[in-house]
């Protein structure tokens, strides 16, 4: 199947400081890249969905100031959690969908890791 | 979007099938089914997708009856390395907003 690549998989920052995610479709054209948080033992929440060269559509409850997404590129998609404070820790995932000819039409990254002091 | 409901956890033993149903009572008819597996801190991994009756994989069958308001997944000759959480999903032909319930954590044991 297709692959998108995540990274970084973990990082650990200051509260205060902003921390960037990146999210590549390595083999096809990501039209539509979707952003998820999870929490320990819950289950993936939707953060926000991006298409290629639009604003980000953000779920209700989601601060778009907080939380920057840019999708510029069929390829890459970015979330930016900006003045990251511990609650915000959390387990951060991707998934992009395009035109794919398999079965299989939406791929996820492997996540990111993020934890704020 | 339908949403889905699924048992909260489920326990099996290596080697047996294990099968997973999952109801999707307000599935309309463009709708599709797809099972995700999970593992610990990692991304979900799809298993398989169908629409209706049987579609079979190399890892998994999926089971749609006609009215399409439940779903069951077939695992056979399960192993210890399939101790996961599975999620059943309606996705929609047109996006992917998905809504992700619990899942089913699935704990075999040897």
């Known amino acids: 199947g297709a692959v998108v690549s995540q990274h970084p998989s973990r990082v650990i920052c200051k509260s205060g400081t902003s921390v960037k995610i990146e999210c590549r479709s390595l083999?096809?054209?990501?039209?539509?890249m979707f952003w998820y948080r999870q929490f320990p033992k819950q289950s993936l929440m939707l953060m926000a969905t991006?298409?290629?060269?639009?604003?980000?559509?953000?779920e209700q409850g989601v601060e778009k100031d907080k939380f920057l997404i840019n999708h510029a590129s069929l390829t890459l998609s970015t979330l930016t959690v900006t003045s990251a404070h511990p609650e915000d820790s959390s387990f951060y995932i991707c998934?992009?969908?395009?035109?794919?000819?398999?079965?299989?039409?939406?791929?996820f990254g492997s996540g990111t890791q993020l934890s704020v002091l | 979007l339908a949403k889905t409901t699924q048992p909260i956890s489920m326990d099996s033993y290596e080697g047996q099938e294990v099968n997973i149903t999952c109801s999707h009572n307000?599935?309309?008819?463009?709708?599709?089914i797809t099972w995700y597996q999970q593992f610990p801190s990692q991304g979900p991994r799809f298993i398989i997708q169908?629409?209706?009756?049987?579609v079979t994989n190399e890892v998994a069958s999926l089971f749609i009856p006609a009215d399409r308001k439940s779903s069951t997944l077939s695992l056979p000759r399960v192993s210890l390395s399939d101790t996961a959480v599975y999620y059943c999903?309606?996705?929609?032909?047109?996006?992917?907003?998905?809504?992700w319930g619990a899942g089913t954590k699935l704990i075999i044991k040897p």
């Open positions: 307000n599935i309309a008819t463009n709708d599709y």
């Open positions: 083999d096809f054209q990501a039209t539509t």
């Open positions: 998934s992009a969908t395009g035109i794919l000819s398999t079965n299989e039409k939406l791929f």
């Open positions: 169908g629409y209706k009756t049987k």
């Open positions: 999903l309606v996705v929609k032909d047109s996006n992917y907003q998905l809504i």
């Open positions: 991006s298409n290629e060269g639009s604003k980000a559509t953000y």
